[in-house]
């Protein structure tokens, strides 16, 4: 019993040193590929990876909106020229491309500046579909400050020259469960990267981006 709790003890704290170090290694290695919006190097494409406009289906998701603002403002303030939209659009009735372009046109932003990724299922598929399927080498990304860390980390495991912007921080100083998910989910990059080589659920054809 008791070499059963020793070593019960012993992969728990590997396990917790694991997670520690891996959360370490993908904020430390990508804190100087983060900008404010007026710091960022103008670049041609902004990558505004997806999530769902609406909360239990009724409620305004704030990350959504603020994802939508800085993308936006990014573009009026001439950092960027064209919008790579990537999120799921794995069920008809659920369409987060099209949801952000339509808050988009909303906001100002031509349709010629926007191209649509409806393949974007999680970080991983985006940002590597944003080189391979739409020949962009070089981006900005926006999303939330717990996020943006994992989207570089994966853009430089793929040799990709990726800045990326905050939005504004939703509630500053709380540890949301959202926080606490990705703890693991950049834990889970790491594995993904080095370990099982994952790739894209779906490639497919490349697409042509017209930059104007």
């Known amino acids: 019993m008791k070499k059963l709790l020793l070593w019960s003890f012993i992969i728990g704290l590997l396990g917790i040193l ?5 959360n370490w290694w993908v904020v430390a290695s990508t804190r100087s590929q983060i900008y404010t919006i007026d710091e960022v190097p103008v670049q041609k494409v902004v990558l505004v990876l997806g999530t ?3 909360i239990r289906g009724k409620y305004q998701n ?21 919008f790579i939209l990537s999120g799921d659009n794995g069920r008809k009735s659920y369409n987060e491309p099209e949801d952000m372009q339509n808050a988009l046109l909303k906001a100002g932003i031509p349709e010629s500046a926007i191209t649509l990724d409806y393949a974007g299922f999680r970080t991983l598929d985006s940002v590597v579909r944003c080189s391979k399927i739409f020949g962009q080498d070089q981006f900005v990304i926006i999303s939330q400050s717990f996020h943006t860390p994992r989207a570089l980390f994966i853009a430089n495991a793929y040799g990709l020259d990726a800045t990326a912007v905050n939005t504004e ?10 926080d606490i998910r990705e703890y693991l989910s950049r834990c889970k990059a790491v594995l993904d990267l080095y370990i099982l080589r994952k790739q894209p659920k779906f490639l497919g054809k490349k697409e042509k981006v017209v930059i104007s």
């Open 18 to 22: 694991s997670i520690l170090l891996c």
């Open 52 to 54: 769902s406009k609406l």
């Open 62 to 82: 704030p990350y959504f909106n603020s994802r939508i603002e800085t993308a936006a403002a990014l573009y009026k303030k001439g950092k960027v020229k064209h």
């Open 169 to 178: 921080e939703i509630w500053p100083g709380l540890l949301t469960k959202t």
